[in-house]
Protein backbone atom coordinates (compact mmCIF):
# COMPACT_ATOMS: atom_id res chain seq x y z
CA UNK A 1 0.00 0.00 0.00
CA UNK A 2 1.53 3.49 -1.19
CA UNK A 3 1.50 5.90 1.52
CA UNK A 4 -1.17 8.84 0.82
CA UNK A 5 0.45 12.20 0.66
CA UNK A 6 -2.14 14.25 2.61
CA UNK A 7 -5.48 14.54 4.62
CA UNK A 8 -7.14 17.54 2.96
CA UNK A 9 -9.99 17.10 1.05
CA UNK A 10 -9.63 17.88 -2.78
CA UNK A 11 -5.89 19.17 -1.82
CA UNK A 12 -5.33 21.50 -4.77
CA UNK A 13 -1.79 21.76 -6.88
CA UNK A 14 -0.21 23.32 -9.84
CA UNK A 15 0.43 21.29 -13.50
CA UNK A 16 4.14 22.31 -13.15
CA UNK A 17 5.64 25.64 -14.30
CA UNK A 18 4.86 29.02 -12.52
CA UNK A 19 6.72 32.96 -13.55
CA UNK A 20 9.69 33.21 -12.88
CA UNK A 21 10.59 36.45 -11.23
CA UNK A 22 12.09 39.24 -13.87
CA UNK A 23 15.66 39.37 -11.97
CA UNK A 24 16.33 35.49 -13.72
CA UNK A 25 14.74 35.07 -16.83
CA UNK A 26 12.43 37.47 -19.22
CA UNK A 27 8.75 37.41 -18.20
CA UNK A 28 5.87 35.84 -19.88
CA UNK A 29 8.72 34.00 -22.30
CA UNK A 30 8.97 30.06 -22.59
CA UNK A 31 13.04 29.08 -23.21
CA UNK A 32 13.85 32.63 -21.87
CA UNK A 33 17.74 32.75 -21.19
CA UNK A 34 18.61 33.32 -17.87
CA UNK A 35 19.69 36.60 -16.84
CA UNK A 36 22.31 35.63 -14.36
CA UNK A 37 25.58 33.48 -14.59
CA UNK A 38 27.85 30.95 -12.40
CA UNK A 39 27.32 31.08 -9.02
CA UNK A 40 24.74 34.40 -8.99
CA UNK A 41 22.62 31.80 -11.22
CA UNK A 42 22.95 29.07 -8.66
CA UNK A 43 21.87 31.77 -6.10
CA UNK A 44 19.26 33.26 -8.02
CA UNK A 45 17.56 29.72 -9.05
CA UNK A 46 16.96 29.29 -5.20
CA UNK A 47 15.89 32.21 -4.22
CA UNK A 48 13.20 32.09 -7.28
CA UNK A 49 12.09 29.03 -6.32
CA UNK A 50 11.90 29.99 -2.51
CA UNK A 51 9.77 32.90 -4.31
CA UNK A 52 7.41 30.78 -6.08
CA UNK A 53 6.84 28.84 -3.01
CA UNK A 54 5.55 31.41 -0.93
CA UNK A 55 3.24 32.49 -4.12
CA UNK A 56 1.98 28.76 -3.95
CA UNK A 57 1.62 28.67 0.18
CA UNK A 58 0.07 32.27 -0.04
CA UNK A 59 -2.51 31.38 -2.48
CA UNK A 60 -3.37 28.36 0.04
CA UNK A 61 -2.05 25.43 -2.37
CA UNK A 62 -1.87 22.25 -0.49
CA UNK A 63 0.58 20.38 -2.76
CA UNK A 64 3.61 22.89 -3.31
CA UNK A 65 6.38 22.51 -6.41
CA UNK A 66 9.42 24.43 -7.04
CA UNK A 67 7.32 25.96 -10.10
CA UNK A 68 10.20 24.35 -12.21
CA UNK A 69 12.12 27.60 -11.59
CA UNK A 70 15.50 26.06 -12.31
CA UNK A 71 14.69 24.92 -15.83
CA UNK A 72 14.74 26.87 -19.00
CA UNK A 73 12.09 24.55 -20.70
CA UNK A 74 10.34 21.16 -18.72
CA UNK A 75 11.78 18.69 -21.31
CA UNK A 76 14.83 20.54 -22.62
CA UNK A 77 16.58 21.16 -19.58
CA UNK A 78 16.42 17.34 -18.83
CA UNK A 79 17.97 16.32 -21.88
CA UNK A 80 20.64 18.71 -21.64
CA UNK A 81 22.02 16.67 -18.51
CA UNK A 82 22.50 13.70 -20.36
CA UNK A 83 24.95 11.27 -22.66
CA UNK A 84 24.35 10.97 -26.14
CA UNK A 85 22.52 13.83 -27.44
CA UNK A 86 24.51 16.91 -29.40
CA UNK A 87 23.11 20.08 -28.57
CA UNK A 88 25.21 21.35 -31.82
CA UNK A 89 23.65 19.12 -34.48
CA UNK A 90 20.37 20.43 -35.03
CA UNK A 91 17.39 19.01 -36.99
CA UNK A 92 13.87 20.66 -37.83
CA UNK A 93 10.99 17.64 -37.10
CA UNK A 94 7.54 17.88 -35.97
CA UNK A 95 6.86 18.32 -32.37
CA UNK A 96 3.77 16.57 -31.65
CA UNK A 97 3.20 16.34 -34.83
CA UNK A 98 1.92 20.00 -34.79
CA UNK A 99 4.97 23.06 -35.34
CA UNK A 100 8.46 22.47 -36.68
CA UNK A 101 11.71 23.19 -34.50
CA UNK A 102 14.89 22.92 -35.14
CA UNK A 103 15.64 19.84 -32.39
CA UNK A 104 19.21 18.25 -30.54
CA UNK A 105 19.90 14.90 -32.29
CA UNK A 106 20.68 11.79 -30.42
CA UNK A 107 24.31 11.09 -31.34
CA UNK A 108 24.65 8.02 -29.04
CA UNK A 109 23.65 5.77 -26.45
CA UNK A 110 21.62 7.88 -23.80
CA UNK A 111 22.38 7.55 -20.41
CA UNK A 112 22.49 10.06 -17.13
CA UNK A 113 25.84 11.53 -16.43
CA UNK A 114 24.43 12.34 -12.68
CA UNK A 115 21.55 13.05 -10.78
CA UNK A 116 19.31 16.28 -12.82
CA UNK A 117 16.88 17.98 -10.11
CA UNK A 118 17.85 15.85 -7.17
CA UNK A 119 19.70 19.11 -5.19
CA UNK A 120 16.87 21.11 -5.94
CA UNK A 121 14.42 18.78 -4.80
CA UNK A 122 16.08 18.84 -1.35
CA UNK A 123 16.38 22.30 -1.23
CA UNK A 124 12.57 22.52 -1.77
CA UNK A 125 12.31 19.67 0.90
CA UNK A 126 14.18 21.83 3.03
CA UNK A 127 11.90 24.63 2.82
CA UNK A 128 8.45 23.36 3.45
CA UNK A 129 6.32 20.08 5.29
CA UNK A 130 3.58 20.24 2.78
CA UNK A 131 3.53 17.84 0.28
CA UNK A 132 5.77 18.20 -2.84
CA UNK A 133 5.19 17.31 -6.17
CA UNK A 134 8.15 17.15 -8.45
CA UNK A 135 8.04 17.02 -12.61
CA UNK A 136 9.99 15.20 -14.92
CA UNK A 137 9.47 14.71 -18.91
CA UNK A 138 7.73 11.78 -19.99
CA UNK A 139 9.93 9.30 -21.92
CA UNK A 140 7.32 10.17 -25.11
CA UNK A 141 7.40 13.66 -24.87
CA UNK A 142 10.88 13.55 -24.74
CA UNK A 143 11.69 11.20 -28.08
CA UNK A 144 9.17 13.45 -29.38
CA UNK A 145 11.90 16.82 -29.13
CA UNK A 146 14.30 15.33 -30.45
CA UNK A 147 16.00 13.83 -33.69
CA UNK A 148 17.30 10.31 -33.36
CA UNK A 149 20.43 9.48 -35.31
CA UNK A 150 21.46 6.16 -33.36
CA UNK A 151 18.71 4.05 -32.39
CA UNK A 152 16.41 4.86 -35.49
CA UNK A 153 13.56 3.82 -33.12
CA UNK A 154 10.88 6.26 -30.73
CA UNK A 155 10.08 2.98 -28.96
CA UNK A 156 13.96 1.85 -28.09
CA UNK A 157 15.01 5.20 -27.47
CA UNK A 158 11.98 6.24 -25.24
CA UNK A 159 12.69 2.72 -23.41
CA UNK A 160 16.43 4.20 -22.84
CA UNK A 161 15.07 7.13 -21.38
CA UNK A 162 12.54 5.08 -19.42
CA UNK A 163 15.16 3.36 -17.57
CA UNK A 164 17.13 7.06 -16.57
CA UNK A 165 13.83 8.46 -15.85
CA UNK A 166 13.84 5.86 -13.53
CA UNK A 167 17.11 6.87 -11.87
CA UNK A 168 16.18 9.54 -11.22
CA UNK A 169 12.56 9.08 -10.14
CA UNK A 170 14.07 6.81 -7.25
CA UNK A 171 16.80 9.61 -5.65
CA UNK A 172 14.27 12.40 -6.07
CA UNK A 173 11.79 9.57 -3.73
CA UNK A 174 14.56 9.41 -1.58
CA UNK A 175 15.13 13.48 -1.50
CA UNK A 176 11.95 13.23 0.19
CA UNK A 177 9.34 13.95 -3.16
CA UNK A 178 5.79 12.87 -2.48
CA UNK A 179 4.42 12.94 -5.95
CA UNK A 180 6.74 12.33 -9.14
CA UNK A 181 5.05 13.39 -12.52
CA UNK A 182 5.71 12.51 -15.47
CA UNK A 183 4.56 15.34 -18.33
CA UNK A 184 2.91 12.98 -21.48
CA UNK A 185 1.46 15.86 -23.65
CA UNK A 186 2.39 13.94 -26.82
CA UNK A 187 -0.09 11.20 -25.15
CA UNK A 188 -2.92 13.13 -26.47
CA UNK A 189 -1.57 12.83 -29.97
CA UNK A 190 0.46 9.44 -30.84
CA UNK A 191 -2.46 7.50 -29.65
CA UNK A 192 -1.50 4.14 -31.12
CA UNK A 193 2.20 4.18 -29.69
CA UNK A 194 0.96 5.08 -26.84
CA UNK A 195 -1.38 1.77 -26.20
CA UNK A 196 1.56 -0.20 -27.88
CA UNK A 197 4.34 1.42 -25.89
CA UNK A 198 3.94 4.37 -24.53
CA UNK A 199 2.01 3.49 -21.52
CA UNK A 200 4.62 -0.03 -20.92
CA UNK A 201 7.85 3.17 -20.88
CA UNK A 202 5.96 4.77 -18.39
CA UNK A 203 5.11 2.16 -15.87
CA UNK A 204 8.91 1.14 -16.47
CA UNK A 205 9.96 4.83 -15.40
CA UNK A 206 7.79 4.27 -12.46
CA UNK A 207 9.10 0.68 -11.61
CA UNK A 208 9.63 0.31 -7.91
CA UNK A 209 9.07 3.62 -6.37
CA UNK A 210 6.69 3.67 -3.16
CA UNK A 211 5.87 7.56 -3.57
CA UNK A 212 2.39 8.30 -5.48
CA UNK A 213 3.16 8.87 -8.95
CA UNK A 214 0.98 11.19 -11.53
CA UNK A 215 1.24 11.33 -15.32
CA UNK A 216 -0.09 14.62 -16.86
CA UNK A 217 -1.93 14.84 -19.76
CA UNK A 218 -2.64 18.52 -21.68
CA UNK A 219 -3.02 20.61 -25.00
CA UNK A 220 -0.18 22.61 -24.40
CA UNK A 221 0.92 25.75 -22.70
CA UNK A 222 -1.34 28.97 -24.06
CA UNK A 223 1.14 29.48 -27.31
CA UNK A 224 0.37 30.11 -30.44
CA UNK A 225 0.80 26.89 -32.06
CA UNK A 226 -1.39 25.19 -29.36
CA UNK A 227 -4.07 27.40 -29.50
CA UNK A 228 -4.18 27.22 -34.10
CA UNK A 229 -4.25 23.55 -33.41
CA UNK A 230 -6.97 23.55 -30.79
CA UNK A 231 -8.87 25.19 -33.07
CA UNK A 232 -9.07 21.91 -35.86
CA UNK A 233 -10.51 19.89 -33.10
CA UNK A 234 -13.70 20.88 -33.36
CA UNK A 235 -16.14 21.24 -30.78
CA UNK A 236 -16.03 17.47 -28.89
CA UNK A 237 -12.18 17.16 -27.28
CA UNK A 238 -12.45 12.75 -27.41
CA UNK A 239 -8.72 12.60 -27.28
CA UNK A 240 -8.37 11.35 -24.00
CA UNK A 241 -10.94 8.74 -24.59
CA UNK A 242 -8.15 6.57 -27.10
CA UNK A 243 -5.67 6.16 -23.99
CA UNK A 244 -7.50 6.15 -20.95
CA UNK A 245 -8.99 2.34 -20.95
CA UNK A 246 -5.29 1.22 -21.13
CA UNK A 247 -3.91 4.09 -18.57
CA UNK A 248 -6.90 3.02 -16.27
CA UNK A 249 -5.42 -0.30 -16.05
CA UNK A 250 -1.79 0.51 -15.68
CA UNK A 251 0.27 1.19 -12.32
CA UNK A 252 0.26 5.21 -12.49
CA UNK A 253 -1.76 6.30 -9.14
CA UNK A 254 -2.93 10.23 -10.44
CA UNK A 255 -4.27 11.25 -13.84
CA UNK A 256 -3.59 15.46 -14.28
CA UNK A 257 -5.90 16.42 -17.18
CA UNK A 258 -7.05 19.94 -18.49
CA UNK A 259 -10.60 20.51 -17.62
CA UNK A 260 -11.56 24.13 -17.78
CA UNK A 261 -12.82 26.09 -21.09
CA UNK A 262 -11.46 23.25 -22.92
CA UNK A 263 -13.86 21.13 -25.10
CA UNK A 264 -12.78 18.17 -23.34
CA UNK A 265 -16.57 15.80 -22.43
CA UNK A 266 -16.30 15.40 -18.81
CA UNK A 267 -18.02 11.90 -19.04
CA UNK A 268 -14.38 10.67 -20.50
CA UNK A 269 -13.47 10.56 -17.05
CA UNK A 270 -16.02 7.94 -16.31
CA UNK A 271 -13.33 5.73 -18.30
CA UNK A 272 -10.56 6.56 -15.42
CA UNK A 273 -13.16 5.74 -12.12
CA UNK A 274 -10.80 4.23 -9.83
CA UNK A 275 -7.87 6.35 -10.72
CA UNK A 276 -7.18 9.85 -8.37
CA UNK A 277 -7.49 12.61 -11.02
CA UNK A 278 -5.87 15.66 -10.97
CA UNK A 279 -8.91 17.95 -12.31
CA UNK A 280 -7.54 21.12 -14.43
CA UNK A 281 -9.92 23.72 -13.42
CA UNK A 282 -7.85 26.83 -14.17
CA UNK A 283 -7.39 27.93 -18.12
CA UNK A 284 -3.48 28.99 -18.78
CA UNK A 285 -4.42 30.05 -21.94
CA UNK A 286 -5.90 33.45 -21.20
CA UNK A 287 -5.52 36.35 -18.73
CA UNK A 288 -8.75 36.12 -17.15
CA UNK A 289 -8.71 34.84 -13.64
CA UNK A 290 -11.21 32.61 -12.90
CA UNK A 291 -13.81 32.95 -10.32
CA UNK A 292 -13.60 31.17 -7.44
CA UNK A 293 -17.46 30.03 -8.44
CA UNK A 294 -16.21 28.91 -11.49
CA UNK A 295 -13.70 26.66 -10.31
CA UNK A 296 -16.29 25.41 -8.00
CA UNK A 297 -18.75 24.57 -11.14
CA UNK A 298 -15.86 23.07 -13.21
CA UNK A 299 -14.94 20.21 -9.97
CA UNK A 300 -18.78 20.18 -9.45
CA UNK A 301 -18.83 18.69 -13.06
CA UNK A 302 -16.29 16.67 -12.76
CA UNK A 303 -17.37 14.84 -9.25
CA UNK A 304 -20.03 13.33 -11.34
CA UNK A 305 -17.24 11.08 -12.35
CA UNK A 306 -14.26 11.10 -9.82
CA UNK A 307 -14.94 10.28 -6.22
CA UNK A 308 -14.58 13.32 -3.99
CA UNK A 309 -10.90 11.56 -2.37
CA UNK A 310 -9.81 10.89 -5.96
CA UNK A 311 -10.47 14.53 -7.20
CA UNK A 312 -7.32 17.05 -6.68
CA UNK A 313 -8.18 20.57 -8.39
CA UNK A 314 -5.56 21.90 -10.58
CA UNK A 315 -4.26 23.57 -13.34
CA UNK A 316 -4.64 22.84 -16.92
CA UNK A 317 -1.25 23.26 -17.68
CA UNK A 318 2.15 24.86 -16.77
CA UNK A 319 2.01 28.58 -16.72
CA UNK A 320 5.27 29.79 -17.21
CA UNK A 321 3.99 31.85 -20.25
CA UNK A 322 1.61 34.58 -17.84
CA UNK A 323 2.50 37.29 -15.91
CA UNK A 324 2.77 36.80 -12.28
CA UNK A 325 -0.52 38.64 -11.07
CA UNK A 326 -2.44 37.23 -13.36
CA UNK A 327 -0.87 33.51 -12.37
CA UNK A 328 -1.27 34.30 -8.40
CA UNK A 329 -4.61 35.47 -9.08
CA UNK A 330 -5.56 32.23 -10.65
CA UNK A 331 -3.90 30.18 -7.84
CA UNK A 332 -5.94 32.36 -5.60
CA UNK A 333 -9.25 31.56 -7.54
CA UNK A 334 -8.00 27.63 -7.71
CA UNK A 335 -7.63 27.35 -3.81
CA UNK A 336 -11.12 29.46 -3.11
CA UNK A 337 -12.99 26.91 -5.50
CA UNK A 338 -11.98 24.12 -3.98
CA UNK A 339 -12.99 25.42 -0.04
CA UNK A 340 -16.46 26.31 -2.07
CA UNK A 341 -16.73 22.40 -3.34
CA UNK A 342 -15.51 21.16 -0.16
CA UNK A 343 -17.80 22.56 2.25
CA UNK A 344 -20.67 21.02 -0.16
CA UNK A 345 -19.59 17.76 0.31
CA UNK A 346 -18.58 17.41 4.16
ZN1 LIG B 1 0.58 20.62 -19.72
Given at each position: MKKSTHNTLLPTSTAGSLPKPLWIAQPKTLWSPWKLQDKALAVGKQDALRLSLLDQQQAGIDIVSDGEQTRQHFVTTFIEHLNGVDFKRRETVKIRDRYEASVPTVVGPVSRQKPVFVEDAKFLRQQTDKPIKWALPGPMTMIDTLYD?????REKLAWEFAKILNQEAKELEAAGVDIIQFDEPAFNVFFDEVNDWGIACLEHAIEGLKCETAVHIC?????QANTDWKKTLGTDWRQYEKVFPKLQKSNIDIISLECH????????LELIRGKKVMVGAIDVANNNVETPEEVAATLREALKYVDADKLYPCT????????SEIANGKLAALSAGAEIVRNEIK
Open positions: DHYKSYGYGINSHVPMELNCGMTPLA
